[in-house]
């Protein structure tokens, strides 16, 4: 197959430059000027970029599949773009803490999958008391990083304290894995919840248990103890600018979502449950503080945080006990494309590290995704940066249908996805491939 005559965003370039791209099987083979062949896909006026890549996603399965499952994320990924996920070890039916669990996971993943994959592993209270640190050891060869939280809602994956989130990172500094952190402060958020919950039940209550000091106290913690160490660390859903800005050493990094990017906690007070996340959204002035760091790299990349539900969960009757997390993989690039490189708050070359390359090169992938060249695999998008789109939750392939992002119009329509050369999406025909077409990714050094 040759794509002829779109403008491609070619490795470090300013700018998408017009060239042909030739597939052989599953891998880019050619990149040149009118290539000749008879198996043509036509991509005049469309834009064509890597596939995305989101570094965050929870589609619970095994578990939690009445939320979400593999089948259903991968295919609202291939909507909007995403060609590789990495899956989140807490959300699943038992958490991936051991070989044995990942294993578990792996055969029900493989015949669902319509995009790529990898996984994280995870370290909860629990692996203190079962496997520590053999468990990790074990994971190791298989996952993509771990996965800790500094305050956790789940029963079955409890927070670390400081001490066992110290003896984490020794270990996986051994293998050159990051860890992964969900970073807001227990003991604040313990004492504010107790309070704000006598005081009332809106999202400003919420907001006011979980505000952005309790992050910063979280990650001034994690960032002290990773250094004296010097292992990888990276803040998962950053949503305050100003930890980004104040917390600096080489292997300290940092992702932020749409929902950050895009909302504040006015709009949090205004549409509800639908926008409840954990972080939540925070105040004023801080968006535009995320976009510009974004654009300078001191936010490595964007990853959605997809983590849908029922409607039955999203609204209970109170902020207090309503699901936390929306769905977002559909979403994420289409996002970051419209508000982010069409209106100029990221540059192209950023716009394709934040939603492609830089989360590749991260977590290993790098030799074969995130950047289109001969060798690599074929993971291609191409885009329509003229047509214009309103969000509407109902027609997300995703089960999770209820979205902040709803009635939003954004400029840029996915015309196709492309994962290692065979299009999984198109606008007009929807998925075009059976479940388990997609792979499971190891990572290289």
């Known amino acids: ?6 403008k491609v965003a070619l490795p470090a370039a300013d700018e998408p430059v017009a060239k042909d791209i030739r597939i052989e099987g599953e ?27 989101d570094p965050h996603v929870h589609f619970d399965d095994p578990g939690y599949t009445e939320r979400e499952d593999f089948y259903h994320g991968s295919m609202a990924a ?3 773009g995403i060609t590789t996920v990495i899956d989140m070890p807490c ?10 669990n990942l294993k578990r996971k792996l055969d029900v993943v493989r015949e669902k999958s319509v995009v790529d994959y990898g996984f994280f592993g995870g370290v909860s209270a629990q692996s203190f008391e079962e496997g520590f640190p053999h468990y990790l050891e074990e994971l190791s060869e298989y996952v993509l990083g771990f996965k800790t939280y500094f305050i956790s809602g789940m029963p079955t994956f409890e927070r670390l304290e400081h001490h066992q989130f110290r003896e984490v990172l020794k270990v996986t500094r051994k293998f050159d894995l990051p860890v992964l952190l969900h970073a807001e402060d227990f003991e ?42 010097d292992a990888r660390l990276h803040i998962v859903h950053l949503g305050t600018a100003k930890a980004a800005e104040l917390f600096n050493y080489t292997n300290l990094s940092f992702e932020t979502a749409p929902h950050y990017l895009e909302f504040n906690v ?6 509800g449950s639908p926008l409840k996340v954990t972080p939540p959204v925070k105040g004023k002035g801080n968006r535009e ?7 300078d790299g001191k936010i490595s990349f964007v990853a959605s945080d997809h983590a849908p539900c029922p409607e039955i969960e999203k609204n209970t009757g109170s902020i207090w006990t309503d699901y936390s997390g929306i769905p977002g993989t559909g979403t994420l690039l289409p996002y970051l494309f419209s508000e982010g490189y069409m209106k100029g708050r990221l540059s192209w070359r950023r716009f394709v590290e ?18 289109i060249e001969v060798g690599k695999d074929a993971d291609l998008v191409l885009i329509d940066p003229q047509k214009r789109w309103v969000v509407e939750g109902n027609k997300f392939f995703s089960k999770g249908k209820i979205t902040p992002f709803e009635g939003m119009e954004f400029k840029g329509r996915i015309v196709k996805t492309i994962v290692r050369g065979r299009v999984v999406y198109d606008e007009k025909d929807g998925i075009t491939v059976e479940p388990g077409y997609g792979i499971f990714l190891k990572r290289k050094g």
């Not at 197959?1 to 779109?6: A, D, T, V």
């Not at 979980?210 to 001034?220: G, H, N």
């Not at 934040?354 to 950047?371: C, E, F, N, Q």
């Open 354 to 371: 934040a939603i492609s390359s830089a989360a590749a090169k991260y977590y290993g992938l790098y030799y074969r995704k995130g950047s």
């Open 78 to 80: 291939a909507s909007g």
């Open 188 to 229: 604040f958020i313990k004492r504010a919840s107790e309070i704000e919950k006598k005081k009332g039940n809106t999202p400003q209550n919420y907001y006011n248990s979980r505000p952005e000091i309790a992050e910063l106290i979280a990650i001034a913690t994690a960032a002290i103890i990773a250094q004296e160490i």
């Open 289 to 295: 503080k995320l976009w510009s760091l974004l654009n």
């Open 1 to 6: 197959m040759i794509i002829k005559g779109g």
């Open 91 to 100: 959300t699943s039916v038992p958490p991936v803490t051991n070989l044995e």
């Open 266 to 271: 006015e709009d949090f007070i205004r549409i």
């Open 27 to 53: 891998k880019i083979v050619e990149i040149g000027d009118d290539l000749k062949g008879n198996d043509i896909l036509d991509a005049s006026g469309l834009l064509v970029i890597p596939g995305g890549i």
